[in-house]
């Protein structure tokens, strides 16, 4: 069963289009995160969901209910059977915590409406606070009301409007796994909007990325990360890149030398002069002992060193391309470092040059929230 699906929909205010033949399926139990920069459609895709926007063409489907068509009154949102949480939390402020979640049982007359409010808040760990009221609550735990709120109803699909965006990172993380785990734990679906990169490869079971109203690709996060599918959702993903790529003596040579014959796949075979080569930010490290099989050395020029958690961040050079790779040692600026490249990861792509447009760049403003 296919929890959501739109099919070739299109959505334009005035003459811009904010949807361009947008198809999505999200099946039964799965979560998907949209990412996309401001202004590429998330949230005007989130509203059509939601139906507080109706698209141009095309159709929504919930549940196999068409929802949004041609040819039929969209249905109204509050007969769709979503849960939706905002950015904002978009609490009662003269109500309780129970009493925020319990109200949509009320109105649906559920005789244990009570029960089941106080059931979902000692899910996500406030059943100790159910007195308070908003303003006496964390962004949090304001947060915790607004997800219990939302799932309380059993909804056949839960809404997330870059609902952690206001939060601090530590606890996005802790509410992103909450969701994940209340998600799945219930059987539930999921639409999850974010410009959190991290987020969205964390939470969802398939990532996909919208620009410009398109949807360029919706992958498995590991394999989105792994093949891009063209050069902007290469650049989107952070891939380091791209180095120039030239034909010489029947291989294809990148600034430091000649490709293996594996490496690109197909899309290396094809290659003529022009191409541009990036890698997949996991096929590249800092040298910390003999290569592994499939590695090649290259030096870099360090440019920035900064401490992180995880160990030195180290911004340097690669003959022309600013890249960022984790240390297990701090560097000096002007230093060089040894990297190791695994170039069968290597990404390859042939054509125009694609310029990289403003509306790709990691999401910096917050889309409006519905």
């Known amino acids: 069963m296919k929890a959501l699906e739109l099919n070739e929909v299109h959505k334009h205010f005035g003459e811009h289009a904010a949807l361009r033949g947008v198809n999505l399926c999200i099946e039964q139990g799965r979560i998907v995160c949209l990412l996309g920069a401001s202004g590429s459609?998330?949230?005007?895709?989130?509203?059509?969901?939601a139906g507080?926007?109706?698209?141009?063409?095309?159709?929504?489907?919930?549940?196999?209910?068409?929802?949004?068509?041609?040819?039929?009154?969209?249905?109204?949102?509050?007969?769709?059977?979503?849960?939706?949480?905002?950015?904002?939390?978009?609490?009662?402020?003269?109500?309780?915590?129970l009493d925020n979640v319990a109200l949509p049982l009320r109105a649906r007359r559920q005789p244990r409406a009570a029960e089941q409010a106080l059931d979902m808040l000692r899910r996500v760990g406030l059943h100790a606070l159910l007195d308070r009221r908003p303003h006496q609550l964390s962004g949090g735990q304001q947060q915790r009301v607004a997800l219990a709120?939302?799932?309380?109803?059993?909804?056949?699909?839960l809404l997330c409007d870059e609902a952690l965006s206001n939060l601090d990172a530590a606890l996005r993380e802790e509410l992103r796994d909450l969701i994940g785990d209340v998600v799945r734990e219930h059987g539930l679906s999921a639409l999850v909007i974010t410009h959190d990169h991290r987020e969205a490869f964390a939470l969802g079971d398939e990532v996909g990325i919208l620009d410009?109203?398109?949807?360029?690709?919706?992958?498995?996060?590991?394999?989105?990360?792994?093949?891009?599918?063209?050069?902007?959702v290469a650049r989107f993903v952070h891939a380091p890149g791209p180095w120039p790529l030239h034909r010489s003596g029947g291989s294809l040579r990148a600034p430091w030398g000649p490709l293996p014959a594996e490496a690109g796949g197909d899309a290396s075979a094809r290659a003529e002069d022009g191409a541009r080569l990036y890698l997949p930010a996991a096929a590249l490290r800092v040298a910390d002992g003999p290569p592994r099989d499939g590695e090649r050395g290259v030096r870099a020029e360090v440019l920035r060193c900064?401490?992180?958690?995880?160990?030195?961040?180290l911004q340097a050079t690669l003959h022309g391309v600013d890249l960022r790779v984790i240390s297990p040692t701090w560097r000096t600026p002007g230093e060089t470092v040894e990297l190791y490249l695994d170039l069968r990861q290597a990404l390859v792509y042939q054509g125009p040059a694609q310029a990289r447009a403003a509306n790709l760049e990691p999401e910096l403003e917050r889309e409006n929230a519905i």
Not at 41 to 49: A, N
Request: glycine share 10%; charged share 25%; aromatic share 4%.
């Open 41 to 49: 459609g998330k949230t005007t895709l989130l509203r059509m969901v």
């Open 52 to 97: 507080l926007d109706h698209p141009d063409r095309g159709t929504v489907r919930i549940d196999g209910k068409l929802v949004a068509g041609p040819g039929q009154a969209p249905l109204a949102p509050e007969r769709r059977g979503l849960g939706m949480v905002f950015q904002d939390y978009a609490l009662w402020p003269h109500l309780s915590a």
């Open 149 to 157: 709120r939302a799932l309380a109803v059993r909804p056949r699909l």
């Open 212 to 232: 410009a109203g398109l949807l360029r690709q919706i992958d498995a996060p590991r394999k989105l990360l792994a093949r891009p599918r063209d050069e902007q």
């Open 306 to 313: 900064a401490a992180t958690p995880q160990g030195a961040e």
